[in-house]
């Protein structure tokens, strides 16, 4: 029998990544079907208004419905799914937390431009940029291991991927991102043992990212000893 969820997917997309972690937190079967947004096939963009990944087609009684963007997806998988809860019960700390994974986004942002850009200047800014906006996350952080304290959230669905990236840049230039925030830096490594973060890509995720650096002749790479 066919999944009933039906995720449309790039290897390399953090916000793919979110609707993975959130489906294997809740042990939600799905088929993951990857593409190349080189490429994309005419269904896909018959189904995806935006063009971007991912979409999720959940068979209903009417046919199958494609939802689009990555919090939109998250929160009906949080809704729709049995399994662990992945929001506050409680509305203001909802809110809080969606306003995060909102910042989570902006960080994203931020990393397209460090990771595409070949101009040096550029680089520096959108750097500085990532580790002030990680400053702010370390006062929003508490005890761990998670954003919330014990509770796997959505917040953390957001943000491992983003740390995923600095496992590869780790491997070719330190970047001093994390150097004053002491508290990021152990939800990172919390993160990066989940079952459901490692799950999330596939084991050529690193050669993939490498290639997109170099497709970009990025100045990340220029930094390397």
């Known amino acids: 029998m066919a999944a009933p969820l039906k995720l449309?997917?790039?290897?390399?997309?953090?916000y793919v990544q979110r609707a993975v972690i959130a489906l294997s937190e809740k042990g939600v079967p799905f088929e993951r079907i990857d593409i190349d947004l080189a490429e994309k096939p005419e269904w896909f963009l018959n189904i995806s208004p935006l063009?971007?990944?991912?979409?999720?087609?959940?068979?209903?009684?009417?046919?199958?419905?494609?939802?689009?963007e990555s919090n939109v997806i998250c929160e009906y998988i949080e809704d729709s799914q049995q399994g662990t809860r992945l929001h506050p019960q409680?509305?203001?700390?909802r809110a809080q937390h969606r306003a995060w994974m909102e910042f989570g986004?902006?960080?994203l942002a931020d990393l397209w431009g460090l990771e595409t850009t070949t101009d040096p200047a550029t680089f520096a800014n959108k750097r500085a940029a990532i580790a002030a906006k990680f400053a702010r996350v370390?006062?929003?952080?508490g005890l761990g291991p998670f954003f919330a304290g014990e509770s796997f959230?959505?917040?953390?669905a957001v943000f491992a991927p983003i740390f995923r990236y600095?496992?590869?840049f780790d491997e070719i230039v330190d970047l001093s991102v994390f150097d004053e925030t002491p508290k990021v830096r152990r939800w990172r490594v919390e993160l990066a043992r989940r079952p459901s973060?490692?799950?999330?890509?596939?084991?050529?995720?690193?050669?993939?990212?490498r290639d997109f650096l170099l497709r970009h002749d990025a100045h990340l790479l220029k930094l390397a000893a």
Do not use: M, N, Q, W
């Open 51 to 68: 063009g971007k990944v991912p979409v999720l087609v959940v068979a209903s009684d009417d046919g199958e419905v494609a939802l689009f």
């Open 8 to 14: 449309i997917s790039h290897k390399l997309c953090p």
């Open 153 to 156: 959230s959505l917040v953390d």
């Open 105 to 107: 986004s902006a960080i």
């Open 166 to 168: 600095f496992d590869v």
């Open 138 to 141: 370390e006062g929003a952080l």
């Open 197 to 209: 973060v490692r799950s999330a890509v596939g084991s050529d995720y690193a050669k993939l990212l």
């Open 90 to 93: 409680d509305a203001l700390t």
